[in-house]
């Protein structure tokens, strides 16, 4: 059986409770967002000590499900708002499940600003480290040296330390290179705020949780990678173009399918550097949309954030340089930042000053979050942040990052009504229901294209839910609670008196938007 891992970083205690799906009847982003509204009052604010911080893997995490490795973290926005939600893939999400962990109750405040959390099979600690510099990756290089090489981390950077709210939370690939990324839309403040500076699974197990008929749920698995392979977003142009895909999915939605010509070979190491590649972000991930594009001799890429920072950069700037775009990225990640939002803010800011950038204008400002100054901490406040401080300037709300569900409006949905019971749901709402089923199971969503919309893999699915846990469900009753789960989040945002009641959907279904349209 599994279980529910509850950390008191004030009282530095550590418990359990077992995890029983019967009991509970909450899994995945439902279970996130149950244990969140459990633990957190309405009176609770963003940065009390009682706020809580919340992991939970997807169903499917630690099996044999094909792109399955994805975690969602939970956490109150503050007093009188909702859920911050967010999902996140890398090394930790499979060797989390596979130590038997549903999910992790993070509250308190802990003393000491290097706290860590260390977990495996056998126990749970609370630990503080010590970093020269505090940079993401001397971070990790340091929890590495004294856990493992083969440990996961979840953690964040110098900017959560400061509590910017541009801070965001990084994730450790396998290892190799690149070695992690960070995430869009991250609550690290809150991290900071709690003086945690990661937590560590060390596990070196990465499909071993439990399921009721595993065999059977193999056999199922297979026929749901074949679906996913064969679709031509997800077979030919993620892994044959990375992500950039994505970006010509935004523009166009009939963007020609290119074959991949890169060489998909098995050959792991890079021949200049003699170092292994991470081709995937998680291990069982058959779309690879990470470096299957490039060639042994190519550089690799870090993150999809690469191409997100230069298509912002040119949105915003006219740049077209691959290899600014890097940079940016590349420092900003150092920083423990979200890079892409980063770029928006620049661009809010210089416009707020009426004044256009060199590159190293741009970049400069990485430093100045860097030195926490004041216009560093102007910067890391994000685009709203700016737009607050010079809101005389009403052409500069446009600029503002909105949330993706803001863009519903602007297309016609359509998706197909397979099951009679949903003739009277709106096509739209049908497509959001795919998507929290999808998280809920833990599927990395860049499988929407192939698994959305699609009776045969939703079928698939439901067999295979009911060979992880011997209960039966069909494709109605695992999408009627994916609607429970929206419909939970909004009740629980108009319980705190939100002014603005919404959707929290991933920043992906951007591209579904178009897709499905």
Known sequence: MSRICYVDLTNKEISYEEYNINEIKHHGRGLAAYLCSKHTAPSTDRFDEDNAIVFTIGLFTGTTAP?????????????????????????????????????????????????????????????????NENYVPNIISEIRSGCGNDCAIIGTGPAADIMMPISTLFSTYPVGYPEYYCS?????????????????????????????????????????????????ICGQALPGNGSITLIKLLKDKNISIIENNAALTKTEYNKSSNRKINKTCSPLCVVG????????????????????????????????????????????????????????????????????????????????????????????????????LFKENTALKSLVTKPVISEEKKFNISVDKFFEEFKDVDDLELMYRQIFLLENMGFCIFTSFALINNKEALNIIAHMFYYKTGIKQTVVEMLNY?????????????????????KNIPEFTKVLYRYFS
């Open 289 to 388: 949309c990470l470096n299957r594009h490039c060639r042994n001799n190519e550089e690799a890429f870090s993150a999809p954030a690469e191409s997100e920072v230069n298509a912002a950069l040119q949105h915003c700037y006219g740049m077209e340089d691959i290899s600014f775009a890097k940079r940016v990225n590349a420092k900003a990640f150092e920083l423990g930042i979200d890079s892409t939002e980063f770029v928006f803010s620049t661009n809010i800011y210089f416009k707020a000053i009426n004044k256009k950038p060199y590159k190293n204008e741009i970049y400069d400002l990485l430093h100045e979050i860097e030195a926490n100054s004041i216009l560093g901490k102007i910067i890391g406040s994000r685009t709203i942040g700016i737009y607050n």
């Open 67 to 131: 792109s399955s490795g994805r975690i969602t973290l939970a956490t109150r926005k503050g007093k009188g708002l909702g859920l911050q939600i967010m999902n996140m893939t890398g090394a930790f999400p499979q060797k989390f499940a596979s130590a038997g962990i549903e999910a992790l109750v993070i509250t308190g405040k802990s003393e000491n600003n290097n706290t860590v959390i260390y977990i495996d099979k056998d126990k749970a600690e609370i630990r503080n480290i010590n970093v």
């Open 184 to 232: 869009r839309n991250g609550f690290g403040d809150i991290w900071g705020s709690k003086n945690l500076k990661a937590v560590v699974i060390n596990n070196n197990k990465y499909f071993e949780n439990e399921c009721f008929d595993k065999y059977k749920f193999s056999i199922e698995s297979k026929k749901l990678s074949r679906i996913i392979i064969d679709n031509p």
């Open 482 to 502: 994916s609607g429970e789960c929206i419909n939970r989040e909004i009740e629980y945002e108009r319980n705190n008196a939100i002014q603005s009641i919404q």
